[in-house]
T-cell receptor, first 113, second 111 residues
Framework: GNSVTQMEGPVTLSEEAFLTINCTYT??????LFWYVQYPGEGLQLLLKATKADDKGSNKGFEATYRKETTSFHLEKGSVQVSDSAVYFCALSDPRSFQKLVFGTGTRLLVSP | SQTIHQWPATLVQPVGSPLSLECTVEGTSNPNLYWYRQAAGRGLQLLFYSVGIGQISSEVPQNLSASRPQDRQFILSSKKLLLSDSGFYLC??????????FGPGTRLTVT
């Protein structure tokens, strides 16, 4: 079946550091890939997406590239801010499954000043 | 633009009491609707999804149920809550084969 694996957290960084959160997936067919962010006490917000191989999703300084050959969708940001502290979820969808999303377990990011 | 509402925002209920959580979507028609649960410090578990009025699919057998009485309304219910039902409940919507958009969530504590 489809699955998503994320790196364990928490990831602790100082402000302006470079961020990478690893995400790999297993899927049949050609899934779309997403990163969601959850701030404390809130719902999930879509951060970025990619729908086919080699697509790069980007938003708010975050980027992720859909790598079919390595089945990966790593999240990166060149310079994190304290306000980026949140839990980040990688997810995939398979159009053959009524657009159900399969989520990773989430990675907590803590950014200190 | 589309918006999604959930209420209540927080709820404290005793074991054995009933539950009703409501989700409504505005600004779109015939969305797919979803209920997720997020236990403390854990990932998301899909509970139910619906592709149309009266059409409910259950992902996990449990003492919860869902209903969709109107196109943009999705209700999560229980007749008797268990301690293990505590968690953060999230409603989401999507249209066609696109990404899902989540509501603000309801934090349920069963005591």
């Amino acid at each position: 079946g489809n699955s998503v694996t994320q790196m364990e957290g928490p990831v602790t960084l100082s402000e302006e550091a470079f961020l990478t959160i690893n995400c790999t997936y297993t899927a049949t067919g050609y899934p779309s890939l997403f990163w969601y962010v959850q701030y404390p006490g809130e719902g999930l917000q879509l951060l970025l997406k990619a729908t086919k191989a080699d697509d790069k999703g980007s938003n708010k300084g975050f980027e992720a590239t859909y790598r079919k050959e390595t089945t990966s969708f790593h999240l990166e940001k060149g310079s994190v801010q304290v306000s980026d502290s949140a839990v980040y979820f990688c997810a995939l969808s398979d159009p053959r499954s009524f657009q159900k999303l399969v989520f990773g377990t989430g990675t907590r990011l803590l950014v200190s000043p | 633009s589309q918006t999604i509402h959930q209420w209540p925002a927080t709820l404290v209920q005793p074991v054995g009491s009933p539950l009703s959580l409501e989700c409504t979507v505005e600004g779109t028609s015939n969305p797919n609707l979803y209920w997720y649960r997020q236990a403390a410090g854990r990932g998301l578990q899909l509970l139910f999804y619906s592709v149309g009025i009266g059409q409910i699919s259950s992902e996990v057998p449990q003492n919860l149920s869902a209903s969709r009485p109107q196109d943009r309304q999705f209700i999560l219910s229980s007749k008797k809550l268990l301690l293990s039902d505590s968690g953060f409940y999230l409603c989401a919507w999507s249209v066609g084969y696109y990404e899902q958009y989540f509501g603000p969530g309801t934090r349920l504590t069963v005591t």
